[in-house]
């Protein structure tokens, strides 16, 4: 038995394994971007944002007083002011989404489903900051005229929508951003549901349920984690919008419970004052933006282990971002 | 069964997947310029076994190799060996025709003789010629090289898959159930080829179906449940097998 | 006193005709946004709106050339360096992805996706505006291009696994190593697709503004050069629209006018890629 080593152990094929190293190299190298500048991001808005951690602590998120003059930073305004926009958009949002996923999945005719899906889904691609335009030249004359005067004859007594209007408001903020995380919604959602096995319906609308009742009972319990972790993308989304809310929410940093009145997010925050913002001011912006980035981050890992669980595919959900 | 000079050669071949073994002890021999059919009912190992020739069940993860495959009395597991230089030695043709869809008819031909360094492109051309005739393709696609492999037949696909492999001129082809995916004339047509192919290569050809095994093999090899049973010329293992379990299988019962 | 069959059956009518009104509602903004942008943003639109800067403030005419350019060369610049980091990720991703590296590496894009893009702002600001010591196009592109890279790894990513694994073995089985069965048959079977996902992620970033408002800052005069501030279209509807002259709320709606069509191009550019291969087969 002869062991001829000619073109085995050749100088060309030592060269074809270098070539592998290198390009696995490269690539890695690449998707080390990611994690890099994951904790890049972590690193540097710590750092930036240490002079007011170390000088307010816990009071930071707790206090209501943002004094660039006296130097004292609160940023509870903010952060309530996040959660109720975010909040008041998924209220107006999320019902309308679903009531749209469920039409493309379950009722509507199957010419209808792609061109219509395509229109929602368009409503992703508009930018933020013209959605801030509409806002303020259309949305709100059409709440000051039409909405919140009805809105504020019926229920005006409650805290809700006591006080004046004077346009800029936290309701014209939410309602836009409701506009805006619709398409999120809708379009998981869809995906969700258009992965529940059609035996689950199919089943259903043997034992003698109406159309309605089955999607009801059978095929939304199916999807009810993937609907939910569509309904949390989309206030992930909603945390983090910034031109459309800092363009109609009136920036004031005061705290109030009233949905006509104006208030304040983090990001509308930072985006309105961080270019005049120097010193501590900075650092204190810069607290926000951390603040703001963990909760998105939290809320967005949360979404995608919804997400991940129930529909088929790694992406799912990829394409509505 | 006389001992010929063999170019292929497996010896204790043990392949594993995790723990589990699907190839068991097997060691066969396939004489140059023959046809060896690989038979045996679904899950006995042979398309595994066929994957250890050309070393390309390793890829599969926690897949492992024990044992030999002598090339030309080279032992291609030897610890020193290049696997991608032995994959250009060793042609394979998959049971899904997969051109690549990417490529021109010419470029798909063409594909396995860049990786052997640069030739003239006069020297590519009769190459891909030379290839395409000798998996009886040319006539029919020698007025579209440039044109794209999808717009072919089944049957015409895998002749370019077969023509894809043979253009290196490499030694041994591998065939892991050509047929399977195609209509009866595309079948007989890859089963003339085989025929054909023979008189350059050593030709191995893993098949379900054993009618086709006795077409066109010289030789035939019966696995069960991983281990090889028996192995011999075909007329002879048809008609009269040595193994009670050959001939259960050839008879029809069980498979 | 109706059954309650029929009670069961009005509801499943009454229900299904409310998920056609989600549906409606839904497209109500739709449509008027897109006819408020056409309809007061058509007014704006004439020659000199697209080769002028901005007037002086108060005045009419003026243009928004420097923002049109402006977009053109920051969002050219972001996707030059966020594309090839992007792609490159995702392929990894697929080929190589699946130990622990890659399970983290894929977690981490999609949670940096859904990152708010005025953080990116304040990042880059700190990274490249602050050691700089002005503002600068680049800065912009550079924020630009770190929103897109989770985008683009993961659509990437997505395509190069639908290639057939068969087209991979093939390769290898011809004696291809690895990394031309990667880049030569899998890569280029996915090129139509990896394509259209960036060009959906260069749509997206397109219409961005919060990132730039610290990093390229706007300019009202016509620029080219990246390293100093540049107007992008969303920056110029953003100043136009929250400041105080009638004439620059109407030039806003004709901005947004035009920005709203690029990105409408890049996404039509999108599905063409997509529709073309598939009649190719």
Known sequence: MDRRSSDRTSPQSSRIGWGDAVFKATLTAFAAVIPLLFLALVGRLAVSAWPTIRAFGVRFLTSSTWDPVANVYGAAPMILGTLLSSLLALVLAVPLALGVAIYLTEFAPGWLRRPVGTLVELLAAIPSVVYGLWGIFVLIPLLRAYVVPPLQAVLGWTPLFSGTFFGNSMLAAGMILAIMILPYISSVSREVLAAVPPSQREAALALGATRWEAVWSAVLPYGRAGVLGAIVLGLGRALGETMAVVMVIGNRHDLSASLVEPGITMAAVIANEFNEAAGLQRAALFEVGLVLFGVTVVVNALARLLVWRVARGSAVGSRAI | MAERRSRLRAEQLTALYGGTAAVKDVTLAFPPNTVTAIIGPSGCGKSTFLRCLNRLHELAPGATVRGHVLLDGYDIYAPEANAVAIRRRIGMVFQQPNPFPTMTIYRNVAAGLSVNGRATRSETDQAVERALRGAALWDEVKDRLRASPLALSGGQQQRLCIARAIAPRPDVVLLDEPTSALDPLATQSIEELVQELKREFTVVIVTHNMQQAARVSDFTAFFYLGEMVEHDETARMFTAPREERTEAYLTGRFG | ?281
């Open chain 3, 1 to 281: 006193m109706i059954s309650l069959m029929t009670r069961r059956r009005l509801l499943s009518r009454v229900m299904t005709g409310a998920t056609v009104l989600c549906a409606v509602l839904a497209l109500l903004p739709l449509f008027a946004i897109f006819g408020d942008l056409v309809v007061r943003g058509a007014s704006s639109l004439n020659w000199d709106f697209f080769v002028k800067t901005p007037a002086a403030a108060g005045d009419t005419g003026g243009g928004v050339a420097n923002a049109i350019v402006g977009t053109l060369i920051i969002v050219g610049v972001g996707a030059g360096l966020g594309l090839p980091v992007g792609i490159g990720a995702g392929v990894y991703l697929a080929e190589y992805g699946n130990g622990r590296f890659g399970v983290l590496v894929r977690f981490l894009a999609d949670v940096l996706t859904g990152t708010p893009s005025v953080i990116v702002g304040v990042f880059v600001w700190m990274l490249v505006v602050r050691p700089m010591g002005h503002f600068s196009a680049l800065a912009g592109a550079i924020a630009l291009a770190i929103l897109m890279v989770p985008m683009v790894t993961r659509t990437t990513e997505e395509m190069v696994r639908l290639v057939p694994h068969s087209l991979r073995e093939a390769a290898l089985a011809l004696g291809f190593p690895r990394w031309r069965a990667t880049a030569q048959v899998m890569v280029r079977a996915a090129w139509p697709g990896i394509v259209t996902g960036g060009l959906v992620a260069v749509a997206r970033i397109a219409g961005e503004t919060a990132p730039l408002l610290f990093t390229a800052l706007g300019n009202l005069n016509f620029r080219t050069n990246v390293l100093q501030p540049m107007q992008t279209l969303s920056l110029q509807i953003y100043v136009f629209a929250t400041g105080p002259f009638e004439e620059w709320h109407r030039l806003a709606w004709g901005a947004a006018l035009v920005l709203m069509s690029i990105v409408l191009v890049f996404g039509l550019l999108a599905r063409f890629v997509t529709r073309t291969r598939f009649r190719d087969g």
